[in-house]
């Protein structure tokens, strides 16, 4: 910008770029009205020559304006001055997540899960506000240096997916490697893109590097809605088969086989970070020796994994049924080497013999003996009485009743 240009409108001056993008140049500014520092985002002219744009975009940010929430960058104002089109919106004092990615990453697994909390959290507000992102990825997450997290650039992407479809390809595929399936083929983006593209951010996270890539965007839209993307413990074998399980759904390319809206995926990850890993991934291991011979030993059985409680608010759907599931279906793997049955049966290991004593056959499981099965019926709760028993037992009583006197006659005449 020019010189001349520094000033918004007599009040906003800006200060500095702090970056840019295929949308808008964002500058640190000083509110001269209100004597604070805040961040001026100043549209790209290519955007402002469509007034229908304009008019969908200043509805946009009305909207994102309404929406309140620590993990949202609030907006403050938007405003024209001559042909320049701005948003000012609150000044965060950090880098955006990409960067923080290239220089750090692949993250570790509790830092990694935080971050995707904060930013379910924040997307997940604006769903149930009825605002779909429609960009998420980690040059819109500002992240400060105690990894306090703010999703920014509500509405732009979905004004400009409106009304101009053919700027919207050349400018905002410029990230294509968040796209959701479903946008790369030119549909309008739902809460469950945004779980899509949540899910990608997570996976960079975790690994370093994206699951997608291509020489152009075409190769990568292509490689979004046909190819299966790799297993984050692949390339980063610290991250826990669970939560590989949960970025398979996050990434499928179906929406409906998808978390729903971003509250519902931010659920799932709290429960985990809460109990999941913990509690299925350091199942005990048999131990590598054996008791004495001398001695009869059994092996504990491993305990199932403990339900994680309810978290983020009413769970509408609980990680651990999920584990369960899949656990009954698969044996174990080298991440859960130990003495467990699929169907949670109990069981003890066969007795180690004695020295010199030969093997003993394998004995399969006896059913309970006649005294077991006796203590069974006895333990059973009593049958109630019907109205021909009620019947029989009273003429009984009165049959026994009339006998007394006859008794007592022949007894007296037996001892007469």
């Known amino acids: 910008m020019s010189s001349q240009e520094?000033?918004?409108?007599?009040?906003?001056?800006?200060?500095?770029?702090?970056g840019s993008g295929g949308m808008a140049v964002i500058y640190k500014a000083q509110d001269l009205a209100l004597g604070r520092t805040v961040a001026v985002k100043i549209l790209r002219p290519s955007l402002t020559n469509d007034p229908e744009f304009l008019k969908r975009f200043r509805q946009e940010a009305r909207n994102v304006a309404n929406l309140s929430h620590p993990n949202i960058v609030t907006v403050h104002d938007v405003g024209q001055d001559g042909n320049t089109h701005y948003i000012v919106m609150e000044y965060i004092d950090g880098d955006d997540l990409k960067r923080l990615i290239r220089a750090g990453a692949p993250f570790s697994?509790?830092?990694?899960?935080?971050?995707?909390?904060?930013?379910?959290?924040?997307?997940?507000?604006?769903h149930r506000a009825g605002l779909v992102h429609a960009d998420v990825k980690p040059q819109n997450v500002l992240v400060t240096e105690n990894d306090k997290v703010k999703v920014t650039d509500f509405g732009i992407a979905q004004a400009l997916s409106a009304t101009q479809p053919l700027e919207r390809?050349?400018?905002?595929?410029?990230?294509?490697?968040?796209?959701?399936?479903?946008?790369?083929?030119?549909?309008?983006?739902?809460?469950?893109?945004?779980?899509?593209?949540i899910g990608i951010v997570l996976f960079e996270m975790l690994t370093g590097r994206l699951p997608f890539v291509g020489a152009?965007?075409?190769?990568?839209?292509?490689?979004?809605?046909?190819e299966t993307p790799p297993h984050a413990s692949d390339l980063n074998p610290n991250v826990p088969v669970h939560l590989d399980r949960i970025l398979d759904k996050v990434l499928s390319k179906e929406p409906g086989a998808r978390y729903r809206t971003a509250d519902q995926l931010g659920r799932i990850l709290i429960s985990y970070r809460r109990q999941g890993h913990s509690a299925t991934d350091?199942?005990?291991?048999?131990?590598d020796r054996l008791p004495p011979a001398d001695t009869a030993a059994t092996l504990p059985p491993t305990p199932p994994p403990a339900a994680l409680p309810g978290a983020y608010g009413a769970a509408q759907s609980t990680l651990p049924a999920v584990m369960r599931a899949q656990a009954a279906t698969e044996a174990p793997t080298s991440r859960t080497a130990g003495w467990s049955y699929p169907d949670g049966s109990r069981a003890?290991?066969?007795?180690?013999?004695?020295?010199?004593?030969?093997?003993?056959?394998?004995?399969?499981?006896?059913?309970?003996?006649?005294?077991?099965?006796?203590?069974?019926?006895?333990?059973?709760p009593p049958q109630p009485l019907d109205l021909v028993t009620i019947v029989l037992a009273f003429l009984a009583f009165i049959a026994i009743v009339l006998l007394i006197p006859l008794w007592i006659a022949v007894y007296q005449a037996w001892a007469g």
């Not at 520094?6 to 702090?18: C, E, G, K, M």
Request: a neutral charge.
């Open 216 to 226: 152009d965007q075409q190769e990568l839209a292509l490689a979004h809605i046909r």
């Open 109 to 126: 697994i509790d830092r990694a899960l935080s971050i995707a909390i904060k930013i379910c959290a924040g997307v997940g507000y604006a």
């Open 6 to 18: 520094t000033l918004l409108n007599d009040r906003y001056r800006l200060i500095a770029q702090q």
């Open 282 to 287: 350091e199942i005990p291991r048999v131990p």
């Open 348 to 380: 003890t290991a066969p007795v180690i013999p004695r020295v010199g004593e030969p093997p003993r056959p394998y004995q399969p499981p006896r059913a309970p003996d006649a005294m077991l099965q006796s203590r069974y019926r006895a333990a059973e």
């Open 169 to 197: 390809q050349r400018i905002v595929w410029g990230s294509p490697h968040y796209f959701s399936p479903e946008q790369a083929q030119g549909e309008p983006p739902t809460p469950a893109a945004d779980v899509y593209a």
